[in-house]
C-alpha cells in the first residue's frame, strides 16, 4: 500500500493504493448501518483490501460495506458514522468526479475520507484524484505505508470526528470480551490521538514561523533599483525559499527555489537548499562572486550526492544583477521563466534551459545575459502563481491572462501586491492551490545605466 494526503479543512482525505484483495458478499445484501459505526466500506467491487480487512478486525472497529449507488440512502446517516473508505480502483475520470462529490458531501459532516486507489496520480504543482497532462504516476510500493501508519490514519479521521460532533466511536465488541472492565479503550486511544493531533499543527504552525525566519529580514536598499516579494504558503509551511542577497556595492543575486511536492518533507528540503546554495566563496581574502550557472550547478551537485528519498527534487531560477551596468546574468533549473515586463512592449519570458536539479549530477545550467533598462520589471514566481499568470498552449505557447496584464504598469511594490488581491478574488480550481511565491524588482525609470 501507498499513502500520500492532503488535508481539506479540519478533514483529512488520504489516498492509499491497494493491490491484494478478498472477496465479500454480494453487495445487495449489505445493510446500512443501523447503530454507530466506526468504518463504512463504500464500493462497487465485490473486494476489499486484505490488510484493510485483518487491521479492521484487530483494532475491534465496527464496520459496513455499502454499494455506491446506495449513498444517497447512507448520506441520511451520516451521523451513525465514524469514517469512510471509498473503494476507487480502476475508477475511470467521471467515476472520479462522482467520487469528488461524495468526499464534498461527507466532509461537510465533517467525515473523514480515506479513498482506495490502484495507481496514484500526483500533478507536480499540486495534488487531486484525477490525472493531469502535468502528472507523474507513483510506482507501486508495499513498504511505502504500514498497517500502523493507516491506524493513525483512520484514528485521525475518528478522532476528528468525535471533536466535531461529540461521537463516542465504539468498538463494536462488548467491552467485557476486551477486558475493559467497562472501559472504552479505543475512546481513550481517540482521546489521546486528538491531543496528538492538536500538538502535531501546533508544531506544524511554529515549524512555519522558524521557516520563515530563514526568508530575508529586509529588502536591499538601493538608489536604482526597487525590490518587492510575496510569500503565501499553502499550509503552515512552504515548499517554496526566496532569498535577495547584496553581494558587494555593485552585485545583487537574488533567486527563488521550489521544492517538488508540499507540506513538511518539502520544507526539509528548503532549508538544506539554504544551506547548500552559494552565491560566493572566499579567495585570498576576498569575495570571489559566482555565476548563475556555478551556482546552480554546485547546488545540483550537492542534492544529487545527497540522494534524496521520497522524490526530493527541486526547481530554481537564479539571477545576478550588476547594479553598476543593469546587466542581468541568470541560470533556471526546470523552474518558470522570468517575466520581463518593459515598458511599451508585450511582456516576454527569458527562456533559459536547465533541469531539475538532484536529478543527474552531471547536469548543466548554461547562463544567459540581458541588459535592462530603465523602467524594466523582472519577476521571478514560483509555479503557485502559474494559475493567476497565464496558462500555456501547444499552438499559442505560453498566454498571458488579462487579469495579470492588467497589473503590469504598476510599479514593483503595487503590482505584487495587486497580485496578491487577484489570488484571494479570481476562482480557480481547487486542486490547483499550491505555495505561491513572488520576487520582484524594476530599474527604477528615472535612472540610466
Given amino acids: 500500500m501507498h499513502g500520500l494526503e492532503c488535508g481539506l479543512g479540519l478533514n483529512y482525505t488520504w489516498i492509499i493504493e491497494s493491490s491484494v484483495m478478498i472477496e465479500l458478499p454480494l453487495l445487495h445484501k449489505t445493510k446500512l448501518p443501523k447503530t454507530f459505526t466506526d468504518v463504512v466500506y463504500l464500493t462497487n467491487r465485490q473486494h ?58 461527507l466532509e461537510q459532516d465533517n467525515i473523514g475520507v480515506i479513498v482506495l486507489t490502484h495507481r496514484v496520480q500526483r500533478p507536480v504543482r499540486s495534488f487531486s484524484l484525477s490525472p493531469t497532462k502535468t502528472s507523474f504516476s507513483v510506482p507501486a510500493s508495499i513498504d511505502a505505508i504500514s498497517p500502523d501508519e493507516l491506524w493513525i490514519q483512520i484514528s485521525v ?13 465504539r468498538p463494536s465488541v462488548p467491552a467485557s470480551k476486551l477486558g475493559l472492565s467497562g472501559t472504552n479503550k479505543l475512546a481513550e486511544q481517540l482521546k489521546m490521538t486528538g491531543s496528538l493531533v492538536e500538538n502535531l499543527t501546533e508544531q506544524l504552525r511554529m515549524a512555519g514561523m522558524v521557516q520563515r525566519d530563514f526568508l530575508p529580514s529586509q529588502l536591499p536598499e538601493h538608489p536604482s533599483v526597487d525590490w518587492a516579494t510575496t510569500f503565501l504558503p499553502a499550509e503552515w509551511v512552504s515548499g517554496d525559499l526566496y532569498n535577495i542577497d547584496q553581494l558587494d556595492d555593485d552585485h545583487i ?17 528548503t532549508i538544506f537548499v539554504k544551506q547548500a546554495m552559494r552565491l560566493k566563496e572566499m579567495q585570498d581574502g576576498e569575495a570571489n562572486i559566482l555565476p548563475p550557472s556555478e551556482v546552480m550547478s554546485r547546488l545540483n551537485t550537492k542534492m544529487a550526492q545527497e540522494k534524496f528519498s521520497g522524490y526530493q527534487f527541486a526547481t530554481c531560477c537564479y539571477c545576478l544583477i550588476n547594479t553598476k551596468t543593469n546587466e542581468l546574468t541568470y541560470a533556471r533549473a526546470g ?48 509555479d503557485g502563481a502559474e494559475p493567476f499568470i497565464g496558462n500555456f498552449f501547444d499552438k499559442e505557447g505560453f498566454v498571458f491572462f488579462d487579469e495579470f496584464k492588467a497589473l503590469i504598469d504598476a510599479p514593483i511594490v503595487d503590482m505584487l501586491d495587486r497580485f496578491v488581491t487577484l489570488t484571494k478574488t479570481k476562482k480557480i480550481d481547487p486542486g490547483s492551490f499550491d505555495d505561491i511565491t513572488m520576487v520582484g524588482m524594476q530599474i527604477k525609470p528615472d535612472t540610466g545605466a
Fill in 157 to 169: 479521521n475518528l478522532a476528528f470526528r468525535k471533536k466535531s460532533s461529540g461521537i463516542s466511536a
Fill in 48 to 105: 476489499i483490501p486484505k490488510g484493510i480487512k485483518r487491521l479492521l478486525q484487530q483494532k475491534k472497529l465496527s464496520q459496513s460495506v455499502v454499494p455506491f449507488n446506495a449513498f444517497p440512502e447512507l448520506r441520511k446517516k451520516t451521523h451513525l458514522i465514524g469514517t469512510v473508505i471509498i473503494d476507487a480502483e480502476d475508477s475511470n475520470s467521471f467515476e472520479y468526479q462522482e467520487i469528488g462529490h461524495i468526499i464534498q458531501s
Fill in 253 to 269: 543575486g537574488f533567486y527563488i527555489v521550489d521544492a517538488v511536492g508540499h507540506g513538511m518533507p518539502a520544507a526539509l528540503l
Fill in 335 to 382: 523552474h518558470p521563466y522570468p517575466i520581463l515586463v518593459r515598458p511599451g512592449q508585450p511582456i516576454m519570458q527569458l527562456e533559459a534551459r536547465g533541469s531539475l536539479l538532484g536529478v543527474f549530477e552531471q547536469a548543466e545550467y548554461p547562463e544567459e545575459c540581458i541588459q535592462l533598462e530603465p523602467g524594466d520589471k523582472l519577476v521571478l514566481y514560483s
